[in-house]
C-alpha cells in the first residue's frame, strides 16, 4: 500500500503545528496506522514531544548533506505502530548548506524516497520550523499534501493566503506539480470567542472543500502535554484535546483513504 506524506506548515509560529503533527500521529498510530513523524525543526519540539532525548547525529542532518541514509536515523517511540525521525539543533545549518546544492529543493524527497518506497509506513508526517525556509520548502517538494494548522485569530488568515501563494508557486515551478492543499486544521478554538467563531466561519466561506470539521480546542492540557514527552492521548486520555485529535484523525484516515492496520 503506498505512503502518504504530509507535511505541516505555517510561517507563523505558537499555531498548534507541532501539537497537531504529534498528536494526529499519535491518533494515526492508535488506530493501527503505521505512522512516521519527520521532525524538521532545529528546535526539536516534536521529538521531545513524543519522549525523545535530543541526540547529536540522529536527525536528518547528514543524511540532507549527503551523508548516511534516513533509515539509519528511525527512531522507535513508546507507542506502537508511531516511529520518528528525530531533531537537533544542528539541523539549523542545513538552511545555508543546502542552498549551495544541485536540486536543493528536491533534497528531503530523495533522502525520504527510500522509507516511502520501503512499505514500513502507511503515512509520514512532516512537522517544518515556524518559517518558509530552505528545510519547509523542502517538505512542501517532499509532500504529498500539506496540511495548514491555522489559529483561530485574523491575524492567522493573512498567513493563510501567504502559504497558498508559496504552494502556487511552487507547483508552477514544476517543483512538485501534485502538491496538494489537503486541509485546513483549525486549532485553539474557544467557543466562548465570537473572534474564532468568526475566523473559522470566514475560512469556512473561503475555503469549504479544504477545512476540517474538527475544531481543535484551546486546552491547558494540550499545552502542557509535550513537557511530559507525551502525546495527549497519553497524558489526558478522556479530555476535550484527545477527543478532539481523535475525531480529526478519523476524518483525515476518510478523507485520504487511509485504512486501519498496516503498511
Given at each position: ?9 505555517n ?11 504529534v498528536?494526529l ?5 492508535e488506530?493501527?496506522?503505521?505512522t ?8 526539536a519540539?516534536?521529538?521531545?514531544a ?17 551523508e548516511?541514509g ?21 539541523l539549523?545549518a ?5 542552498a ?5 529543493l528536491?533534497r ?14 502507511r ?7 515556524p ?5 519547509s ?13 491555522l ?8 498567513g ?35 473572534l ?20 481543535i480546542?484551546?486546552?491547558v ?28 484523525a478519523?476524518?483525515?484516515?476518510a ?9
Open positions: 500500500m503506498a505512503c502518504t506524506v504530509f507535511t505541516i506548515a510561517q507563523k509560529g505558537g499555531v498548534g503545528k507541532t501539537t497537531t503533527a498528536n500521529a499519535a491518533a494515526l498510530a488506530r493501527k496506522i503505521h512516521l513523524v519527520v521532525d524538521l525543526d532545529p528546535q519540539n516534536a521529538t521531545s513524543l519522549g525523545i532525548e535530543k541526540q547529536e547525529g540522529k536527525s536528518l542532518y547528514g543524511p540532507l548533506r549527503g548516511g534516513a533509515f539509519e536515523m528511525l527512531t522507535p517511540t513508546a507507542w506502537e505502530h508511531l516511529a520518528i525521525i528525530p531533531s537537533e539543533v544542528d539549523a542545513i538552511e545555508i548548506e543546502l549551495q546544492q544541485e536540486n536543493y528536491l528531503l524527497r530523495s533522502v525520504l524516497e527510500p522509507i516511502r518506497q520501503s512499505g514500513g509506513y503515512v509520514i508526517i512532516i512537522d517544518c520550523p518559517a518558509l525556509g530552505m528545510l520548502m523542502n517538505s512542501l517538494a517532499a509532500a504529498d499534501h500539506l496540511l495548514i494548522a489559529q483561530c485569530e485574523y491575524m492567522a488568515l493573512e493563510l493566503g501567504q502559504i497558498l501563494k508559496v504552494v502556487e508557486r511552487l507547483k508552477n515551478a514544476g517543483v512538485n506539480p501534485a502538491l496538494d492543499v489537503g486541509g485546513i486544521v483549525m486549532t485553539m478554538y474557544d467557543s466562548r470567542i465570537n474564532a467563531k468568526q475566523v473559522v466561519a470566514e475560512v469556512r466561506e473561503h475555503l469549504p472543500e479544504k477545512i476540517f470539521q474538527t475544531l480546542p484551546r486546552t492540557r494540550l499545552s502542557e502535554a509535550p513537557s511530559f514527552g507525551q502525546p495527549i492521548f497519553v497524558y489526558d486520555p478522556h479530555g476535550p484535546g484527545a477527543l478532539a485529535y481523535r475525531a480529526l478519523k476524518e483525515i484516515a478523507r485520504f483513504g487511509l485504512m486501519y492496520g498496516g503498511a
